[in-house]
C-alpha cells in the first residue's frame, strides 16, 4: 500500500527544448509516462503516442518521453533525438532530455514510482510505460509490448479521463 508522501505533481523534469518541465503544471491531467529510445524495436511506437496525445490531449491526456540510455539504445545528443522525432515521426508532445529510468541514478521520478508502485513501475525496457490519475498518483503500468493504442491502455486512460 503506497503512503505516497510525494506525488507526481512534485517532481520536475529539464524538457528537450532546454526549460523545466513542472509536473504541477499537469494538475488535473492524466499523464502517460513512457521512457523511449531512438534505436529500439519498440520505436515505431512514437507513432501511436503521437495518436493518443492527438486523439485525447483535448480531454486532458498529456504523453510525456522520455528519452533513456539506460538499455543502450539512444542517441547520446539530445538535439539529435528531437530531430529524429520531430522528421520521423511528426512529435509534437513534451519530451525531456536524455534520463535515467533504472538504477541508483533514476531520475527521482522513476524512484518514486517504484517506492510507491513496486517493481511493475520500473522500465525493464524501452516503451515502459506508467499511467498517472489525475490525483498525481500512478494508476496502472503497461509493459514495452503494450502498445500506446492498444484497448487495455485506450479503456484505461478513457476510464480515469
Given amino acids: 500500500m503506497a503512503d ?3 506525488i507526481f505533481f512534485d517532481f520536475k523534469i529539464e524538457s528537450i527544448n532546454g526549460e523545466l518541465i513542472h509536473f504541477n503544471d499537469y494538475k488535473n491531467k492524466v499523464i ?3 521512457n523511449t529510445a531512438s534505436y529500439c524495436g519498440f520505436t515505431k511506437q512514437y507513432e501511436e503516442l503521437q495518436e493518443l496525445w ?4 483535448s480531454q486532458g491526456l498529456i504523453v510525456l518521453g522520455i528519452p533513456s540510455n539506460s538499455f543502450n539504445q539512444e542517441k547520446t545528443n539530445n538535439l539529435e533525438i528531437k530531430k529524429f522525432c520531430e522528421v520521423n515521426f511528426n512529435i509534437n508532445f513534451p519530451l525531456s532530455i536524455i534520463t535515467e529510468v533504472k538504477g541508483k541514478n533514476a531520475h527521482d521520478l522513476f524512484k518514486w514510482a517504484e517506492k510507491n508502485y513496486g517493481k511493475s513501475a520500473v522500465p525493464k525496457w524501452n516503451f515502459h510505460k506508467i499511467l498517472i490519475n489525475k490525483d498525481g498518483k500512478i494508476e496502472d503500468t503497461f509493459v514495452s509490448f503494450t502498445k500506446p493504442m492498444s484497448k487495455k491502455i485506450v479503456q484505461k486512460i478513457e476510464e480515469i479521463l
Fill in 32 to 34: 502517460l509516462v513512457v
Fill in 54 to 57: 492527438d486523439t485525447y490531449k
Fill in 4 to 6: 505516497y508522501e510525494k
